[in-house]
Nanobody, 122 residues
Framework: QVQLVESGGGLVQAGGSLRLSCAAS????????MGWYRQAPGKQRELVAA???????NYADSVRGRFAISRDSAKNTVFLQMNSLKPEDTAVYYC????????????????WGQGTQVTVSS
């Protein structure tokens, strides 16, 4: 029904930058919002940044001022610009989309991308 394709992860040195992309495709009526989550080894998955269909954003305290989330609504694509990366940012980053789908009934559902590895070396 809905597929999320992520790209942009990789290995960078501390202080460097990466830009993650996530494109949503498939059959859905509307996009309510999109976000980025991350999960480091031994830790729970946590929200990094999110953006609503109205353009409102929120960030985890640990990344505020360093990361920026944005959307290309026409392409149903969300980006995460990550600057001043730190080793503690190392994690698998997951894209999430909150959408309305029509499967006989209109329902609100969340979909996840496959995850992309971000590794920051010191």
């Amino acid at each position: 029904q809905v597929q999320l394709v992520e790209s942009g992860g990789g290995l960078v040195q501390a202080g460097g930058s990466l830009r993650l992309s996530c494109a949503a495709s498939g059959r859905f009526l509307s996009m309510n919002g999109m976000g980025w989550y991350r999960q480091a080894p031994g830790k729970q998955r946590e929200l990094v940044a999110a953006i609503t269909n109205g353009g409102s954003t929120n960030y985890a305290d640990s990344v505020r001022g360093r990361f920026a989330i944005s959307r290309d609504s026409a392409k149903n694509t969300v980006f995460l610009q990550m600057n001043s990366l730190k080793p503690e940012d190392t994690a698998v980053y997951y894209c999430n989309a909150d959408v309305l789908v029509d499967i006989g009934l209109i329902q609100r559902r969340n979909y996840w991308g496959q995850g992309t590895q971000v590794t920051v070396s010191s």
